[in-house]
């Protein structure tokens, strides 16, 4: 399947992120009686997930599969899932009081799970927008759709509480400082910090601005429990974009800037920013 995804991105013209092949250790923890997610927080945290191991991981990780390591156990638990997610449709189509489509949609995750969470009638407008953004990626990367919603609804309620606990806004701002007091300078001085959509990329956890081939290998890090890599993923993306940020004035001219960052610049933008970040003392078990 990677030679296919590699022989996919190389027609449009891609270079995908070379994967190295995990530590024998992670093969050793599949084999165990019960995983130990520990440990597997900790293989994502030093190393590289390959597309074959990355699904069990993260539903392991996530607590959408059992720890339990035997198939009875993983079947049953998929089931049950399946029943608890027909469940909260069911809650949809009385609501909506319309029937819900044949292939889910980011729309549709993000409703299911404010209804939830019992917050359907109290979320706001950008909230949901927040969440179709953090859905559409699990849509498109998990084929069933019990796997997908619960992996995006485990993913979402971790983000929120993320989100509120540590300010990454802030650290944002400090490390671009630190990693370019010009840059950073220039866009104090535009008043660009508050406008552009630096923000809205960690409220969305990178969803709706890195291609999935670049996204996968930052969630690796941020369902392990370092959310830090973000910012330096951030930094490297802005700095990056250094001689084009600082060639205009504008808001408006920022943002496109950064809205139309073409898709090849993103392999050395997040390796970069992944290799900054294990370097800076982040990089151990949470």
């Given at each position: 399947s990677?030679?296919?995804?590699?022989?996919?991105?190389?027609?449009?013209?891609?270079?995908?992120?070379?994967?190295?092949?995990?530590?024998?250790?992670l093969?050793?923890?599949?084999?165990?009686?019960?995983?130990?997610?520990?440990?597997?927080?900790?293989?994502?945290?030093?190393h590289?997930?390959?597309?074959?191991?990355?699904p069990?991981?993260?539903?392991?990780?996530?607590?959408?599969?059992?720890?339990?390591?035997?198939?009875?156990?993983?079947?049953?638990?998929?089931?049950?899932?399946?029943?608890?997610?027909?469940?909260?449709?069911?809650?949809?189509?009385?609501?909506?009081?319309e029937?819900?489509?044949?292939?889910?949609?980011?729309?549709?995750?993000?409703?299911?799970?404010?209804?939830?969470?019992?917050?359907?009638?109290?979320?706001?407008?950008?909230?949901?927008?927040?969440?179709?953004?953090?859905?559409?990626?699990?849509?498109?990367?998990?084929?069933?759709?019990?796997?997908?919603?619960?992996?995006?609804?485990?993913?979402?309620?971790?983000?929120?509480?993320?989100?509120?606990s540590?300010?990454?806004?802030?650290?944002?701002?400090?490390?671009?400082?630190?990693?370019?007091?010009?840059?950073?300078?220039?866009?104090l001085?535009?008043?660009?910090?508050?406008?552009?959509?630096?923000?809205?990329?960690?409220?969305?956890?990178?969803?709706?601005l890195?291609?999935?081939?670049?996204?996968?290998?930052?969630?690796?890090?941020?369902?392990?429990?370092?959310?830090?890599?973000?910012?330096?993923?951030?930094?490297?993306?802005?700095?990056d974009?250094k001689?084009?940020?600082?060639?205009?004035?504008?808001?408006?001219?920022?943002?496109?800037?950064?809205?139309?960052?073409?898709?090849?610049?993103?392999?050395?933008?997040?390796?970069?920013?992944?290799?900054?970040?294990?370097?800076?003392?982040?990089?151990?078990?949470?």
């Open positions: 990677e030679n296919f995804r590699s022989s996919y991105y190389g027609t449009l013209g891609v270079s995908s992120v070379a994967v190295v092949k995990p530590p024998s250790s093969d050793v923890l599949f084999k165990a009686e019960i995983l130990d997610v520990v440990k597997l927080k900790s293989i994502c945290l030093q590289p997930l390959t597309t074959f191991h990355r069990l991981v993260w539903k392991t990780i996530l607590g959408v599969s059992p720890t339990a390591n035997n198939e009875a156990t993983r079947i049953y638990v998929k089931e049950q899932r399946k029943q608890q997610l027909e469940d909260l449709k069911r809650c949809l189509k009385f609501v909506s009081r029937p819900a489509g044949t292939t889910p949609s980011p729309e549709e995750f993000s409703l299911l799970y404010l209804i939830e969470k019992n917050r359907l009638l109290v979320s706001k407008r950008a909230e949901h927008t927040d969440l179709c953004a953090i859905a559409k990626p699990f849509i498109k990367l998990f084929p069933a759709d019990e796997d997908a919603y619960w992996l995006f609804s485990s993913f979402a309620a971790m983000w929120e509480t993320e989100m509120e540590s300010d990454l806004k802030t650290k944002f701002v400090f490390c671009l400082k630190n990693a370019d007091r010009e840059l950073h300078d220039y866009l001085y535009t008043n660009a910090l508050n406008n552009l959509p630096f923000f809205k990329w960690f409220n969305q956890c990178f969803s709706d890195l291609p999935e081939m670049h996204l996968e290998s930052v969630w690796d890090k941020v369902i392990a429990g370092s959310s830090i890599v973000l910012v330096y993923v951030a930094v490297a993306l802005i700095v974009q001689q084009y940020l600082m060639a205009v004035k504008s808001k408006d001219g920022m943002y496109e800037i950064l809205q139309n960052i073409p898709i090849g610049a993103f392999m050395d933008i997040v390796t970069r920013g992944i290799r900054d970040w294990s370097v800076s003392g982040y990089c151990g078990p949470p």
